[in-house]
């Protein structure tokens, strides 16, 4: 297969130890390995999604006269062809320039690009996303047999979050291994636990028709509607935002999509509880820390 070779700088930690999985780094910030070219095309956007402030280059074979292709990422350096061979244009050095020839401080341009920069900080300030970060836990994974024994969210509006959580008493007894998984017990249940008719009247007031952003959200939907429909309410129909479709479009190679694995990939070290309110909390940490999230969340308004 294809000898292929990456070189980072001023990189995050966390890419250098991903691109680990994959290739060999033989020095600080080159990585070598053999993969074809689809497997290359991956871990490229992987490379540049996740350089931050950094660079990147990609040098691999090619079926060319040279016999080889290259890609750069956020360089001065920018590839150039002449007459179908690849070459390399770097930035203009001038040296032992007379001072009187020097003018001091930022130019035309450049002033006109940092305004620019601030003036589309601003608009992001200003256009902070609007959202609710739920999550459930349940007496088992069959929405249509199991309840829902609590229910967490977080919302964000006008660079304020709030909080609700609510046990809920399903008038049944929850399975050991259910209370092992989230230290709920049943006289957790029947002490503070609520009606689900209750407390799902005050979960729509409180989500009103913001987006609904969740690690794999379909499941909370799933169980939150079947309980709507028993009632006889409306069942949601807030956009849903799903954290682990993105992130398996980022990560392709994670050894699974737990949420302690994922979150340890980016980098927060926390202990999953298994308890609504915490794990709504952690998925809006995670939210944080995943690509273009902010941007589906506005195009999802």
Known sequence: MPFTVITLSKVPPHLRGDLTKWMQEIDTGVFIGNFNSKVREKLWKRVTE???????????????????SFEM??????????????????????????????????????????????QKAALKTQE????????????????????????????????????????INTGRPISDSISQLTQITDEMLINDGILIEDALKEFLVFIDNLPIVGFNVDFDFSFVNKQLKLLGMDTLRNKKVDLLRIIKKEKMFLKNYRLDTVIAEYGINEKVPHRALEDAKLIYLLSAKVNGFHDIIKKDR
């Open 128 to 167: 902070t996303p609007q959202f609710v970060v739920m999550d459930i836990e349940t007496e088992g994974l069959n929405s249509e047999i199991h309840g829902i024994i609590e229910i967490g969210a977080i919302k964000i509006k006008n660079n304020n979050t709030q909080e609700i959580q609510f046990l």
């Open 50 to 68: 996740n350089v931050g402030d950094g660079n990147a280059t990609l040098s691999f074979h090619y079926n060319n006269e040279q016999g080889y």
């Open 73 to 118: 990422y956020q360089t001065q350096r920018v590839s150039v062809d002449f007459d179908g061979i690849q070459l390399v244009k770097s930035p203009l050095v001038i040296e032992n320039v007379p001072d009187k020839d020097l003018h001091h401080g930022f130019s035309n341009a450049s002033k006109f690009n940092n305004a620019r920069k601030f």
